[in-house]
């Protein structure tokens, strides 16, 4: 029993390593540009009076701002993306059935998203100090992230890669699914999210959403990589999932 253990347990981290290794250079990409949006921010007036409209924007709007935003970076974008790049523009009937699925499933959790940052600010206040924002970071990544985000967006990409089969959501009640998939996908999420973290929560409270949903795109090309390489339909020597983003 305790052989199998780790087993499993060497298998669940290097899933998660390959997943990190796969994504590694478009996740630098993407934390070296929020984080010279980040210094832009604090140190040109231009960039911030941009941002702060912004801010202003989604403070007007509330909900219907980060739907929106959420279903156009979760869903819209990565489905273009497959559009573009992998189906040389041509609609397919595949790409309104992702959107079906990938519409809600994303508003819901921009919706979540939100709440957890407003909890945060409510918690620890809205201001940008060492000790503020390392907490809202342990929240976010060791609180929502493993115990509701994680195991949410893998069982709804699993419930549907597996035909919405409800045994699905039953196996997606057990440890031995926790440890087998989640576990990688958080491996391979804090990779990639912590320093997005740190780069977020040391904005302004009304930025966190709109700065969310630019790293949010690539989020859901890693989860779908995750999700597809658990289901067999990735080898374990593919290429990035910013290529492999298919989702069918």
């Known amino acids: 029993m305790v052989i199998a253990a780790k087993k499993t347990d060497r298998t669940s981290l290097a899933l998660g390593w390959e997943a990190a290794k796969a994504n590694a250079i478009p996740a630098f990409i993407l934390q070296g ?6 210094v832009a921010y604090y140190f040109s007036p231009a960039c911030a009076d941009f941002l702060n409209r912004l801010a202003q924007y989604k403070e007007q709007h509330g909900l219907a701002f980060v739907v929106f935003a959420a279903i156009f970076a979760g869903a819209i974008v990565p489905e273009l993306f497959v559009i573009v790049f992998f189906q ?9 059935r992702n959107l079906a699925f990938t519409i809600p499933t994303w508003g819901v959790d921009g919706i979540l998203v939100d709440l957890m940052y407003r909890l945060n600010a409510m918690w620890f206040g809205d201001v ?14 060791l609180g929502y992230n493993p115990f509701l985000a994680a195991p949410l967006e893998v069982l ?6 597996e035909g919405f089969s409800w045994k699905s959501v039953c196996r997606a009640l057990t440890w031995d699914h926790y440890r087998d998939k989640i576990v990688p996908t958080l491996l391979a999420t804090w990779a990639v999210w912590g ?13 966190q959403f709109p700065l969310f949903s630019i790293a949010l795109t690539f989020w859901v090309l890693l989860l779908t990589y995750m999700t597809n390489r658990f289901a067999g339909k990735i080898e ?6 910013l290529s492999v983003a298919t989702g069918d």
């Open 195 to 207: 320093p997005l973290m740190a780069i977020i929560y040391s904005l302004p409270f009304a930025l």
């Open 128 to 141: 940008v100090t060492i000790p503020v924002v390392t907490a809202k970071i342990l929240v976010d990544q």
């Open 156 to 161: 709804v990409y699993e419930w549907k890669n």
């Open 33 to 38: 540009a929020m984080l010279a949006l980040l």
């Open 88 to 96: 040389r523009g041509r609609l397919r009937a595949q790409n309104f």
């Open 236 to 241: 374990a020597d593919a290429p990035p999932a």
